[in-house]
């Protein structure tokens, strides 16, 4: 059953639609129903962990790019001048298959390098969306770690 807690000691609770379970006091989004070719993930961001069905694929995609972000924010640390760096951005759009949507937003130009980078992280599911800013590098650790876990 899914359920909305609503403060730190939660007593009351809202129906949501099945699938979808929602905690404010521990600011988790769980997506109950997992299909065959996706395991759950955890992004932990900030202050905010949220739990959804992601397939290896998608996590590899994600990893790349994060991957091509840390490069960016080596290449722009060993530059002799400053230099603009484009905008990090990923985007996994839902579909009827069960995938969530999912964007990924960073500016490496408002960050001086890559263990300081914060991205904007949005993900959709139905009638539910979280927005959350969290670090660039705990988003890394987040996908490598459910890599080795199912990858």
Known sequence: RSWLQVGPSA???VSL????SVSSSARRLSVLKVSASQMPITLHLGETSVTFPFSVDNAKA????????NKAFAAKEKA???QRLPMLEYLQKGDANGDVFLEICCNPNAYP???QAKALVTIRKEDVKITSEGLLSA???DVDNFLEQHG
Do not use: N
């Not at 639609?17 to 979808?20: D, E, G, K, M, N």
């Open 17 to 20: 639609r099945p699938r979808l």
């Open 62 to 69: 994600v990893s790349e790019t994060l991957t091509g972000a």
């Open 113 to 115: 390098d890559a263990f």
């Open 11 to 13: 007593p009351a609770s």
């Open 80 to 82: 002799e001048r400053p």
């Open 139 to 141: 988003l890394k650790a």
